[in-house]
């Protein structure tokens, strides 16, 4: 049995506006492992970034604030933790990159300067010891010329330059787990490449467990052991990589993976789910795919589905999949298959 | 940095030449003939004419204007027609007055316009936010007269605390050296002197900075709160800062740079405009001195005095834009 280093317990992380309360993360559950890369996909809107600034505790508050829900980090419950507490777990234990390379540093500090703020904040050392440091990581992420740019500007730097310089930073203090928010999105192929294949090195060489939110697929098949599937505020499937592509089950990933462009296939139109995806609403009853779902039946826009689950450690949010409605599953599973 | 301080200086040329094209150009509209104004009513024709030979105004105003220049140049900025005195020597003292006041008022409005924005950012919505805002609408809402009035008849009539007018103990004078009075005092190594003097300047400062500081206040809590609402603060945060390196470290250094552009304008116009809170405090600044010229139609003083004015608002302009390329290294033109 894996470690598991973190884990999410119905969280629930609701904001509180002028419209009303906004339940963006509605209950998720999920872990990582030891070592593991997990991919949280699901489309814009659907709570990843709520998610992942909740396990950060850095959720603007207000309007926002997690309501309920465990987030257990090595045995510890973050949501109870004190500010002090996170203050000595956030970029060090767990650290967190952003999508927007070009506006996540400081832009009046140096490299060097913002390196080592995050080397001393939580190790002992001389700013001497810090700026060596900061220089070896900056070689370890792939930098051409480390010395020169410790001592840049980050506008200077290219945008993929940048992210990796957000990763260095993220991995100096060697965290247990790194959350990369839609790290590549903003960055063009090519450079999207590179990133992944640092990152993988990274979790490969030191073992930092990554939590990688995106809604790319290509990304997910890239470098993820596991695959968390979100949909308006919930985890709606979860599975090996290699299964979800293959096999999704969840009538929602079933839709997102018949949308991936397919190399060997000539299709003339690229498959898109019907509808767009509703604003997370406090106090929906049913399926929150229901309105957009094709094999939608009446249970589904009267009752809540649980997460049910199934072989290999896998867990499907859909009625299909409950037991004691089995024989609607079979039946349905044969008319995806004709 | 220091190509850039060239640049800077070098575009500074064509200002100063529009400048004294403006200030050249005052005598020339003034209604009537400058010999007749300076002579009066009941000149003789024949006295005009020598004064306006003496004077060259007889030359093309292209000659004219090269003279004046190359006067400037020199460091001559003419003579008053009131007291005969070179303008040069005579205008220091109320430059320097006014120099000081400002200083002491701009230095009373940054300090507490920056701390209070800071404050009311971090605690947003909370009852110091609240109150120091309101305060903040109120300093900027309030007639200066006003103020310099209430403040004279409290801290000085009632209670005493504070004298009321002037720049120092006019019974005990002292010998000026720099004519700026705090660095006299400190020269002359007389510290009872020292204190009296920064009693004097506590009354007008606050008057004339109560505006600069509301200003200063509501601008650098907007700004904080924009800022603390962007990526790299996020990213501080996500590095496990605590709130202080947050706010006073990442986040002011950002904030900054509009807060600077309004100390700017506001030091400009306090250095050029404080003709009211001169009066109301006896103040002998620059603005009481052009003021007085008017009234006597000293033209070459107002001359000057507008030259002056003009000039320091051009070096202030100059200074803020060197500390803004000294703040954010985008900077490059
Ligand atoms: N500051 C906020 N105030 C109010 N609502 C918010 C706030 N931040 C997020 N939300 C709500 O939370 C929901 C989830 O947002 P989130 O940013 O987590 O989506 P996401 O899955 O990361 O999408 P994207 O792919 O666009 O980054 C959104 O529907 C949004 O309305
Ligand atoms: S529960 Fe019903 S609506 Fe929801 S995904 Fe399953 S079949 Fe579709
Ligand atoms: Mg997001």
């Known amino acids: 049995m894996p470690e598991t280093i ?9 904001f509180f506006t002028d419209n009303g309360e906004i339940p963006a993360v509605d209950g998720v559950s999920l872990s990582v492992n030891k070592g593991e890369v997990v991919g949280i996909v699901g489309e814009s809107g659907c709570g990843k970034s709520v998610t992942s600034l909740s396990i950060m505790q850095l959720i603007p508050q207000p309007p926002g604030k997690i309501v309920s829900g465990e987030i257990n980090f090595k045995g510890e419950n973050l949501a109870n933790s004190s500010n002090k507490r996170m203050k000595q777990i956030r970029g060090n234990e767990i650290s967190m990159i952003f999508q927007e390379p070009m506006t996540s540093l400081d832009p009046l500090f140096t490299i060097g300067n913002q390196l080592r703020e995050a080397i001393q904040l939580h190790n002992k050392m001389s700013k001497k ?36 310089v957000m990763i260095a930073m993220a991995m100096s203090c060697d965290p247990e787990i790194l959350i990369a928010d839609e790290p590549t999105t903003a960055l063009d192929v090519t450079i999207q490449a590179q990133i992944l294949d640092l990152m993988k090195k990274l979790n490969q060489e030191k073992d930092t467990a990554i939590m990688l939110i995106t809604h790319d697929l290509g990304v997910v098949a890239e470098i993820c052991d596991r695959v968390v599937v979100m949909y308006s505020g919930q985890v709606v499937e979860e599975g090996t990589t290699r299964e979800i592509l293959k096999d999704p089950k969840h009538p929602y990933s079933q839709g997102l993976i018949k949308s991936l462009p397919k190399i060997h296939e000539r299709e003339q139109k690229l498959y898109s789910i019907p509808g767009t995806v509703p604003k997370p609403k406090m106090g929906v009853k049913g399926c929150r795919f229901a309105q957009r779902c094709p094999m939608a039946f009446e249970r589904c826009f009267q009752e809540d589905p649980e997460l049910y689950p199934l072989e290999n450690n896998r867990r499907s949010r859909c009625f299909l999949y409950d037991d004691a409605k089995r024989e609607v599953t079979e039946n349905a599973n044969a008319d995806i298959r004709s | 940095m220091f190509a850039y301080t060239m640049r800077r200086l070098l575009m500074l040329i064509p200002v100063l030449i529009g400048m004294t094209l403006i200030t050249f150009s005052i005598v020339h509209l003034i209604p009537g003939n400058p010999a007749q104004v300076i002579l009066g009513e009941t000149a003789t024709a024949e006295a005009m004419q020598n004064l306006e030979e003496s004077m060259g105004l007889n030359e093309p105003y292209a000659v004219q204007y090269f003279i004046y220049v190359q006067d400037l140049l020199q460091g001559d900025l003419g003579t008053s027609l009131r007291s005969k005195a070179e303008i040069a020597k005579e205008i220091w003292p109320y430059i320097a007055a006014t120099f000081e006041l400002t200083f002491f008022a701009m230095l009373f409005a940054i300090f507490i316009g920056v701390n209070a924005g800071i404050i009311s950012a971090w605690k947003q919505n909370s009852w110091f936010d609240f109150l120091a805002m309101l305060f903040a609408l109120i300093g900027v809402s309030m007639p200066v007269f006003w103020l310099a009035l209430m403040e004279q008849w409290i801290f000085a009539q009632e209670l005493s605390w504070f004298p009321a007018t002037g720049r120092q103990d006019n019974r005990d004078p002292m010998e000026p050296i720099t004519y700026f009075f705090v660095i006299d005092s400190i020269l002359h190594m007389d510290f009872t002197r020292v204190i009296t003097t920064l009693k004097h300047l506590v009354l007008p400062s606050i008057a004339l900075g109560t505006i600069p500081m509301a200003i200063i206040a509501r601008m650098t809590r907007s700004s904080m709160l924009e800022v603390m609402k962007s990526d790299y603060i996020r990213t501080v945060k996500a590095k496990g800062s605590g709130q202080f390196l947050v706010i006073y470290k990442h986040a002011l250094k950002n904030a900054f740079i509009p807060v600077l552009t309004v100390i700017g304008l506001q030091t400009g116009v306090l250095l050029g405009g404080a003709i009211l809170t001169e009066t109301i405090f006896s103040w002998p600044g620059i603005g009481s001195y052009v003021y007085q010229a008017i009234n006597y139609r000293d033209y070459p003083v107002i001359q000057s005095g507008i030259l002056v004015v003009a000039f320091i608002f051009v070096i202030i302009n100059l200074v803020v834009d060197l500390m803004y390329k000294f703040i954010d290294p985008r900077i490059s033109y």
Request: glycine share 6%; hydrophobic share 35%; net charge negative.
């Open chain 1, 6 to 14: 973190l884990e999410l317990n119905e969280l629930h992380t609701h």
């Open chain 1, 129 to 164: 010891e810090a700026s060596d440091r900061a220089l070896d990581m900056l070689e370890m992420v792939g930098i051409p010329r480390p010395k020169e740019v410790l001592s840049e500007y980050p506008h200077q730097l290219s945008g993929g330059m940048r992210q990796r």
